[in-house]
């Protein structure tokens, strides 16, 4: 069964620095998304991509969050200056009408 | 705009019993998708069930069905016959439009911790 796959598993980072996270979406999706989820909350929607652009993004995609596919493939969500309040687990999915959404396993992110 | 309550922050049932999980959204659209999503402690999130909203039939999957009574906003997941697997945290979200009529962003509403008792 095809599979939304997400690295790396863990990544523990200095408050300040940059850190990217990679996702390789379903081949034939054509949506994707980022999704991150706080320890002990509700999973929050950050941004879709459509069409190698941002078709929406919440409150929280502030200007230190950017979102590319630089290749076809590889999905990333790059967060420029980390703070503490980033520690969370991030998910990205990837959606086809048929299919519906598939979600990867996630990347734990801990800003030290 | 949209939102999705679960008010049921913790539930059990013992195995092999039936639990009834609850969730209640609001919105101004006709049509939508509606969803329940299983995360066990890995934190993987799974699809469990899915309902549209245009359709008067209750989803089921095996064990797994729901309740959803479109006047009233609710949209409930009954699992028959509890095993111990089932422990998880279980949310409940709702599709938006998009402005591509497709793909939507997924509203989630609080998780409800269910655990199984043997």
């Known amino acids: 069964e095809p599979e939304v796959t997400q690295t790396p598993s863990h990544q523990v980072t200095q408050m300040g620095q940059e850190v990217i996270l990679r996702c390789v979406p379903i081949?034939?999706?054509?949506?994707f998304y980022w999704y991150r989820q706080i320890l002990g909350q509700k999973v929050e929607f950050l941004v879709s991509f459509y069409n190698n652009e941002i078709s929406e993004k919440s409150e929280i995609f502030d200007d230190q969050f950017s979102v590319e596919r630089p290749d076809g493939s590889n999905f990333t969500l790059k967060i420029r200056s980390t703070k503490l309040e980033d520690s969370a687990m991030y998910f990205c999915?990837?959606?086809?009408?048929?299919?519906?959404?598939?979600f990867g396993s996630g990347t734990r992110l801990t800003v030290v | 705009a949209q939102t999705v309550t679960q008010s049921q922050p913790e539930m059990s049932v013992q195995e092999a019993e039936t639990v009834t999980l609850s969730c209640t959204y609001d919105?101004?659209?006709?049509?939508?998708?509606l969803f329940w999503y299983k995360q066990p402690p890995s934190r993987q999130m799974i699809l469990v069930i899915r309902q549209e909203a245009y359709k008067q039939q209750n989803a089921t999957e095996n064990r797994f069905s729901v309740n959803f009574q479109k006047a009233a906003k609710s949209f409930s997941l009954k699992i028959s016959d509890s095993q111990l697997g089932d422990a998880a945290m279980y949310f409940c979200a709702y599709r938006t439009e998009s402005p591509y009529n497709q793909g939507g962003k997924l509203i989630f509403g609080q998780g409800t911790e269910l655990s199984v008792k043997p």
């Open positions: 999915a990837s959606y086809r009408l048929v299919d519906g959404y598939t």
């Open positions: 919105t101004s659209e006709s049509d939508y998708y």
């Open positions: 081949s034939n999706h054509l949506y």
